[in-house]
C-alpha cells in the first residue's frame, strides 16, 4: 500500500486503538491535519497546546487507554511542555507529536523551529525525532509500547514534515526493537513470601497504596488483601479510590495535609506495604523522620523507585496487580483488632474537627465539597486543580469510582483541572465529570471553556473563589508572618465570563444556596459554572511544616460545642 | 577502590555501560546525569566487540546508594542495554593522555628522561616543544603531568577512564 506519512501516522494510530486526539494545527502539521479527515478519529481542537496535553493526560487517567495530543514545532511543541511534563511525572500514558521543521533545514534555526526532542528528554521515558520515513511505523509502535506498559510515561514523536509528506510502500511493523527495555512484571516469588511473612508476624500494619494500584487495575487484588489481612489503609493523593473511600479499612489520605489519624498511623506502624507509591516527600515529609518504627516492604513497577527516598527492608519489584494477586495466596487471615482499635480512637479525635455541616452564613470550601460529594453519591469523575481546593477535595471528598480522581500530583501543574477535565469528559461521556478549581489555577486556562462548548461537554464547573492564590496565602499566614506578597488577585465575574462562552454559570456566597445550586448543575443537561465565593482566608488542615515529621501536623481547630 | 572521601562517604566507581549506537544516546545519558545531580568524573564512550552496540565507561562519585541509583537509573534509558559496576580490585582501568609541554633544548634531555621512567612516548617534537602520549592508570598519568607541570604544560587532553573486568568474564550483553 503506498502511504504518505501523514497517513501512515495515522493508520499506526488506528492499529493503536486510538479514536481521539487533542491539538492544534500549525505549519508543520498541516500535512497531518489534512489526511486526518479520512480516518474515523475524532480531532478535539483546544485552545492553547498546554490544553491538549492535559486533555490527553486526563483522557488517559479517565479510560486507561493512551492520550494523544499533536502540536506544531516550536511555539506549539514548546506549549506542550508542561502537560508532557505533568504526565510523566504522574505515569499517565501520553503519546504526545508534533511536526518538526523539514529535515533539510534542520539545525539551521528555520522558521519555528525548536529542539523539541532536546527539550522534553528529562521530561519523558523516551522520544524521537523521526527524519526518515521508513523509521515512522516502528518509531510510532514503540512509542505507544513504552507509553502505556511497564511503569507508563509520556514520549515524545517529533516527526519533521517532509517525512509527512514523503510516499513510501507502508506495512505495518509487527515487531518492536527494544532490546534494552524489559518492564519487570511479576514479583520474585522468594521476595513475595518473605512480604507476606513480614506481614504475618506484623501487629500494627499499614498499606500505603499510590497510584500504581489504579494503572495496574489492581483494585479486587488490593481489597482481597487487606481484607484477608485485616490492613488498614493509606493512600497517596494520586492512589485515592484505590480501596473504595466508604471502606471502614481505608483511612484516606495521608502525608502534608492527610487526615491526622492516616499520619498517626503511619508513624506507629510497625510495618509499612507500599504499593505502587513512591513514597514522595508530600506523604512522607523527610524520609528519615517517615514511620520510625516500621520496617518497609515496597512493592513498585520501576526498581528506580526501591530506596530512592525512604529505606526499604525487603523490595518486590512488579505490577502491582500480579504480586497482589500472588500475596493474597500466601497471606495469613488476622485480625490486628487492638491496631483497629486504637486507629478508630484516632480516627473519632478527627471527626470532632470536621466543619461539614453549617447553617446559612458566610460559605465554606470544606462544605461546598461534601455537598458535591453527596449529591455525585461519591462517584463522579472529580477533576481537581492544584492547591488549597485540590487539598479540599481529597479530604471532603470520598471516591467509590475506581480511579474517580483526577489530579496534577507529582508536578503539582496549576491550570491542570478544567483541560483535564474535557479529556475525561471526552473519554467517558456518560459518566458525571466535575472540575473542582481554584480562581487562580482555572484562570491559567479557562480559554478552554470554547473547547468544552465545541465539544458539547456536560462538564460541571466548581470554582472555590477566594480572590487569592491561596495555597501561598496559607504559608505566608502561618510561615511569612502575613505577607501576603504577589497572592491576592483580581478575576473575572465567572459566571457573566461563562455565559459568554454559552455555558450556564451562576454564583453563590452562602451556605444555604450551595446544596440547590449543586443539584441544579447535576440535573442541567449541558455544561454549568459554580462561581462559589468562599470565605477568603480558610486554611487548610491539617498540615504538616516542611521538615516537620508527619505526626507533627497543625490540627483543623475543634469547632465550638463540639465534643472531643 | 579507591579512597574514600571521609566527609561525605564517598569514592570513585566505575561503571560500565552497553547501549544501542543510535542518535541521541549520549545525550540521554549525560542528561540523566545532570539531571538526577550525579557527580561524575568522566564518560567516555566509543565501540564495543559487538557492531551497533556502544561501551561508556562512567566514574561517578558516590556511595553504595548513590552507585545504585546511578546503575537504576540508566537501565529505564530505553537504549541502555546492561550496566555492570565494575569492582576496581578485579578490573584492569586505562586512560591515555596527551601533553604538550614546553621543551625549549636546555630542558629536552630531562624531560625525555621522565618520559622514559614513565614509559611514555614522545609522539610529536616542535622546535619548543614535545608532545607526549601516556597510557595509564589515572595515578599514573596525574604523576607525569605533576612531574612536567614546571616544565610549563601547553595544551593537555586526556580521555577519560575505560575498564575492563580481569579474566574470562565480559560484560557483555548475552544474546
Redesign the interface.
Known amino acids: 500500500m503506498k502511504l504518505n506519512g501523514a497517513q501512515i501516522l495515522w493508520e499506526c494510530l488506528l492499529h493503536e486503538g486510538v479514536d481521539t486526539i487533542f491539538g492544534i494545527t500549525g505549519g508543520t502539521v498541516l500535512p497531518l491535519y489534512h489526511e486526518l479527515v479520512n480516518y474515523p478519529i475524532r480531532s478535539i481542537v483546544v485552545r492553547h497546546e498546554q490544553a491538549a496535553a492535559h486533555a490527553a493526560d486526563g483522557y488517559a487517567r479517565a479510560t486507561g487507554k493512551v492520550g494523544v495530543c499533536l502540536a506544531t514545532s516550536g511555539p506549539g511543541a514548546t506549549n506542550l511542555v508542561t502537560g508532557i511534563a505533568n504526565a510523566q511525572m504522574d505515569s499517565s500514558s501520553l503519546v504526545a507529536i508534533t511536526g518538526q521543521v523539514a529535515s533539510s533545514v534542520l539545525g539551521t534555526d528555520f522558521f519555528q523551529e525548536v529542539d523539541t526532542?532536546?527539550i522534553t528528554?528529562?521530561i519523558t521515558?523516551?522520544?524521537y525525532?523521526v527524519t526518515d520515513i521508513n523509521d515512522l511505523a516502528l518509531a510510532v509502535k514503540e512509542a505507544f509500547h513504552?507509553a502505556r506498559t511497564g511503569r507508563p510515561g509520556a514520549v515524545l514523536l517529533d516527526i519533521a514534515k517532509d517525512v509527512q509528506q514523503t510516499v513510501i510502500d507502508f506495512e505495518y511493523p509487527a515487531e518492536i526493537n527494544?532490546?534494552?527495555?524489559k518492564p519487570h512484571m511479576f514479583g520474585n516469588a522468594r521476595q513475595i513470601k518473605q512480604a507476606a511473612e513480614m506481614i504475618n508476624q506484623a501487629e500494627q500494619p499499614i498499606l500505603v497504596a499510590g497510584r500504581g494500584v489504579i494503572i495496574a487495575g489492581a483494585f479486587a487484588e488490593l481489597l482481597a488483601l487487606v481484607e484477608k489481612a485485616q490492613l488498614p489503609v493509606v493512600t497517596t493523593l494520586l492512589g485515592k479510590s484505590d480501596l473504595p473511600e466508604n471502606h471502614p479499612l481505608c483511612l484516606g489520605m495521608g502525608g502534608m495535609h492527610g487526615e491526622a489519624f492516616a499520619n498517626l498511623a503511619m508513624q506507629n506502624a510497625d510495618l509499612i506495604i507500599g504499593v505502587g507509591s513512591r513514597f514522595d516527600d508530600r506523604l512522607t515529609s523527610t524520609a528519615e523522620t517517615f514511620a520510625p518504627k516500621a520496617r518497609i516492604i515496597h512493592i513498585d513497577i520501576?526498581?528506580?523507585e526501591?530506596?530512592?527516598r525512604v529505606r526499604v527492608d525487603l523490595p518486590v519489584v512488579g505490577d502491582a496487580r500480579n504480586v497482589l494477586r500472588e500475596l493474597v495466596s500466601v497471606v495469613k487471615p488476622a485480625e490486628h483488632t487492638p491496631w483497629l482499635n486504637q486507629i478508630e480512637a484516632w480516627r473519632k479525635d478527627s471527626h470532632a474537627r470536621d466543619i461539614l455541616h453549617q447553617e446559612c452564613g458566610e460559605l465554606q470550601p470544606q462544605f461546598v465539597v461534601n455537598q458535591i460529594w453527596e449529591a455525585t453519591e461519591g462517584k463522579a469523575i472529580m477533576v481537581s486543580d492544584v492547591g488549597q481546593n485540590q487539598m479540599w477535595e481529597a479530604q471532603y471528598y470520598h471516591h467509590l469510582r475506581p480511579g474517580g480522581l483526577i489530579t496534577s500530583g507529582g508536578l503539582g501543574t496549576m491550570g491542570f483541572g478544567l483541560p483535564a477535565a474535557i479529556g475525561a469528559a471526552v473519554g467517558c461521556p456518560d459518566e458525571p465529570v466535575w472540575v473542582v478549581a481554584g480562581d487562580g489555577g482555572f484562570q491559567m486556562t479557562l480559554q478552554e471553556l470554547a473547547t468544552v462548548v465545541q465539544e458539547r461537554l456536560p462538564i460541571k464547573i466548581a470554582i472555590l473563589n477566594n480572590g487569592y492564590l491561596g495555597m501561598v496565602r496559607q504559608w505566608q499566614e502561618l510561615f511569612y508572618q502575613s505577607n501576603y506578597s504577589g497572592t491576592p488577585i483580581l478575576g473575572p465575574d465567572f459566571a457573566k465570563l461563562a455565559e459568554a462562552y454559552g455555558i450556564r454559570g451562576i454564583t453563590i456566597s452562602d451556605s444555604c444556596e450551595v446544596r440547590s445550586a449543586i443539584e441544579e448543575a447535576k440535573t442541567y443537561d449541558g455544561p454549568m459554572l459554580i462561581d462559589f465565593r468562599i470565605e477568603r482566608e480558610q486554611n487548610v488542615f491539617p498540615i504538616v511544616p516542611v521538615g516537620q515529621p508527619i505526626h507533627n501536623m497543625i490540627r483543623r481547630p475543634i469547632p465550638q460545642g463540639a465534643q472531643g | 577502590m579507591s579512597t574514600v572521601n571521609p566527609k561525605t562517604g564517598y569514592s570513585r566507581r566505575t561503571l560500565v555501560g552497553l547501549?544501542?549506537d543510535k542518535?541521541?544516546v549520549l545525550?540521554?545519558v549525560s542528561?540523566?546525569f545532570r539531571?538526577r545531580n550525579y557527580n561524575i568524573e568522566s564518560l567516555s564512550v566509543g565501540h564495543s566487540e559487538t557492531p551497533g552496540i556502544s561501551r561508556m565507561t562512567v566514574v561517578v562519585n558516590g556511595d553504595d546508594?548513590v552507585v545504585?541509583?546511578v546503575i537504576?537509573?540508566l537501565?529505564?534509558?530505553?537504549?541502555?542495554?546492561k550496566v555492570s559496576d565494575i569492582d576496581d580490585s578485579s578490573s584492569v582501568t586505562r586512560e591515555l593522555a596527551l601533553i604538550k609541554v614546553y621543551a625549549p633544548a636546555a630542558v629536552r634531555a630531562e624531560i625525555k628522561q621522565l618520559v622514559d621512567i614513565f614509559r611514555a612516548n614522545i609522539i610529536d617534537v616542535a622546535l619548543e616543544s614535545l608532545t607526549i602520549e601516556i597510557t595509564g592508570t589515572e595515578d599514573k598519568i596525574d604523576s607525569l603531568i605533576a612531574m612536567l607541570r614546571p616544565y610549563g604544560i601547553k595544551e593537555l587532553a586526556r580521555t577519560g577512564r575505560v575498564a575492563m573486568v580481569r579474566g574470562s568474564t565480559t560484560t557483555g550483553?548475552t544474546k
Not at chain 1, 178 to 181: A, F, I, K, S, V
Open positions: 526532542t532536546g528528554m528529562p521515558k523516551h522520544n525525532l513504552l527494544l532490546p534494552g527495555y520501576d526498581p528506580a526501591i530506596g530512592k | 547501549m544501542e542518535p541521541g545525550s540521554h542528561n540523566l539531571r546508594a545504585e541509583q537504576k537509573q537501565y529505564k534509558l530505553v537504549n541502555i542495554l550483553v
